[in-house]
């Protein structure tokens, strides 16, 4: 399928692993341009390289932490410098906060909204004028079920969930008329190196021993009864930043296995 983004622009944070990586393979694959960034510097510059010789598209890379305004506008400045213009947003640096309300710290809320919330906001921010003013832009923020679906297991996660929820579809009324369109995607559990790292809290909560097992619980948790893999959130994300999808905007896509069991 023709996704209809040949030579535009994309930037993809958290773009070292996992989703965010598969996500920008989608689009050299369809012939755009992508600027990914991360933390990591040897991750990051890795998948530049194998991604390249993959796809043999254009892609750079730019070491970057989302938290932080300064580093947010350097990603953006460089894009343009690099590439031109910036015409798609995916907003994949994020982090989950799991555990129930007594474990909850301050801190580690904090942590969890500058991440996610603030660098989601901020990126959005910083494109956006960019987009408007050419009338053509898309953004796709990884948000996650919990802010649909409360999960005492994910309280922490689940605040700043529903608040990106709310901000997806304020600013698809607001930017709609600039044919921006903007649009989330609601994962479930996803074979990444995140899932792996909360493996233990999440044998805690299913009182099991081993990850193994954990994992096995978890899945039954959706109609499938499998983990996803992150091309199969990639596929979708790269269709919602295409020409196919004209006229989808506002829209928080579930790509969970049925995990969630909410009507709308």
């Not at 694959?29 to 933390?39: L, N, W």
């Not at 605040?159 to 903007?182: C, W, Y």
Request: positive net charge.
């Amino acid at each position: 399928m023709d996704l209809g983004i040949k030579d535009r622009v994309a930037i993809v944070t958290g773009g070292g692993r996992g989703i965010g990586r598969e996500s920008a393979r989608e689009f050299l694959e369809a012939g755009a341009k992508v600027m990914i960034c991360s933390r990591t510097k040897d991750e990051l510059e890795k998948t530049r390289d194998e991604l390249a010789k993959q796809t043999g598209g254009e892609i750079k890379c730019i070491v970057a932490d989302t938290t932080k305004p300064e580093d947010i506008a350097r990603v953006v400045d460089e894009t343009v410098k690099a590439f031109g213009t910036v015409d798609i947003l995916v907003n994949c640096a994020g982090t989950m906060y799991s555990g129930r309300f007594a474990e909850m710290t301050d801190e580690g809320l904090q942590t969890q909204l500058d991440t996610k919330l603030f660098g989601f906001l901020r990126m959005i921010r910083t494109v956006a004028p960019i987009m408007r003013k050419k009338k053509w832009g898309r953004i796709v923020s990884m948000i996650g079920g919990a802010g649909k679906e409360p999960d005492p297991y994910m309280f922490g996660s689940a605040i700043t969930n529903s608040a990106l929820l709310n901000m997806t579809k304020s600013l698809s009324t607001e930017f709609g008329p600039d044919n921006v369109l903007v649009n989330a995607v609601c994962p479930g559990w996803v074979a990444t190196a995140l899932w792996r790292q909360h493996a233990d809290g999440l044998q805690r909560e299913l009182g099991v021993k081993d990850e193994a097992e954990a994992r096995r619980l978890a899945a039954k948790k959706n109609a499938l009864e499998r983990f996803g893999k992150p091309e199969e959130l990639a596929g979708a994300i790269a269709f919602l930043c295409s020409e196919r999808a004209s006229y989808i905007t506002g829209v928080s896509l579930n790509i969970d296995g049925g995990r969630l069991k909410g009507l709308w």
